[in-house]
């Protein structure tokens, strides 16, 4: 899965790349930047200082970060380069610059707006396009789909807020619709507005209450700095002077993770390894395992699951676990929860 980080010119988005990024890395103002950012989770620091493994594997996330979308005719040719590339991403991250100018609506909306009428664009064409065409049943659920999306675009509303069946998800999936991406706002302030957070936050929710939309308020420059600094002591230092409680930045992770793509992770632990796992909310132990390998999914016998809150209360102890019975065997169907530790039996 990829997250696009998008917005107007001069937003801050490569400075958010990089702070999520955390590290000096070579980067392109004419080209997008692309990266798998290492997803921090405490949970993976004591396994690991339990497990003492060989190797500790955080879960990644790519997110890419485009060029400034620029307006007016004579770039159009750039500018839908830039625009069809946005195509392919699961999710957007929208970066909103609040750090040189107090109001945040206005560019929030003529982004969103710029969008809605590409999508528009895109839907009268197929529209147009269909009229001329035998209406098979698929064709005819899409021109249904079609039709309500553009009554929706026509009253501003971003297609993502609106209540689709998975028929009719499947049947739009590859235009790649803009709006119908799930979406973070980042509201990039400067450091004097850090004690409105959630004042400005909650601001924002009341009046845009779209679906698969959050948004995040974030000192962008000043993570970026923090994001810089290896040691923990110097970190806190730093976060202290600014009335941060903790690094902002994880929240964007966070929400883009379980909000925006709704996945969840899974554990697992040994000598070796200890590592973290990304999944589709639901799926089932059976397809969980094929995210290891294939060959595991395919010869899958059983799943030995447990939350890693009860293996935690039991001081990470397999031995403890099994004699409270807080160690499950579970079978293909079981639908792994997250946070859990699982062991997989297979057999190939
Ligand atoms: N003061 C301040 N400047 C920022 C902040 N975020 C970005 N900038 C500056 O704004 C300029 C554009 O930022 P950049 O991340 O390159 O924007 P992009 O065009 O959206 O990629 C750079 O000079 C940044 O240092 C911020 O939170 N506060
Ligand atoms: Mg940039």
């Known amino acids: 899965m990829k997250v696009a980080i998008v917005g107007l010119p001069q937003s801050g988005k490569t400075t958010l790349f990089k702070a999520l990024v955390g590290q000096e ?12 950012v290492k997803i921090f989770d405490p949970n993976i620091v004591l396994l690991s200082s339990v497990f003492k493994p060989k190797k500790t594997t955080f ?8 060029p400034g979308i620029p307006s007016g005719i004579e770039q ?3 500018r839908n380069e830039i625009l069809s590339s946005i195509r392919q991403f699961d999710a957007l991250i929208t970066v909103v610059d609040n ?3 107090d109001d945040v609506e206005t560019d929030l909306k003529i982004f969103e707006s710029d969008l809605i009428l590409l999508d528009l664009d895109v839907v009268e064409k197929r529209l147009e396009k269909l009229k001329k065409e035998k209406l098979t049943p698929d064709k005819a659920l899409e021109q249904k789909t079609l039709q309500k999306f553009k ?5 501003e509303v971003p297609l993502r807020n609106l209540d689709l069946t998975e028929e009719e998800k499947l ?16 509201i990039n302030i400067n450091e004097e507005k850090i004690p409105k957070r959630s004042e400005i936050k909650e601001n924002l929710r009341q009046k845009f209450n779209y679906k698969e939309t959050e948004f995040a308020v974030i000192p962008v ?3 970026e700095e923090i994001s810089k600094l290896s040691n923990e002591d110097e970190k806190r230092e730093f976060l202290n002077s600014y009335n941060l409680e903790k690094e902002a930045i994880n929240e964007v992770l966070d929400l883009t993770i379980m909000n925006l793509l709704h996945l969840n992770v899974f554990y697992t632990v040994g000598e070796d390894e200890v590592r973290a796992w990304l999944f589709e909310e639901g799926l089932n132990a059976k397809k969980v395992a ?22 935690k209360s039991v001081n990470f102890s397999f031995k403890e676990a099994k004699v409270k019975g807080l160690l499950r065997i579970e079978g293909a169907n079981y639908i792994v929860k997250n946070k859990e530790i699982v062991h997989f039996r297979f057999n190939v």
């Open 59 to 66: 879960a990644t996330m790519t997110f890419v970060d485009l």
């Open 76 to 78: 159009a040719k750039r």
């Open 171 to 186: 049947s739009t999936k590859s235009f790649g619709l803009f709006t119908l991406k799930p979406t973070l706002f980042v």
């Open 221 to 223: 420059l000043l993570e």
């Open 290 to 311: 094929g995210k290891i390998h294939s060959d595991i999914e395919r010869g899958f016998i059983a799943a030995e699951v447990i939350s890693y809150e009860d293996f």
């Open 99 to 101: 750090f040189s100018k």
């Open 151 to 155: 009554d929706a675009l026509y009253n």
């Open 25 to 36: 890395i070579p980067l392109s103002i004419e080209k997008e930047n692309i990266a798998d």
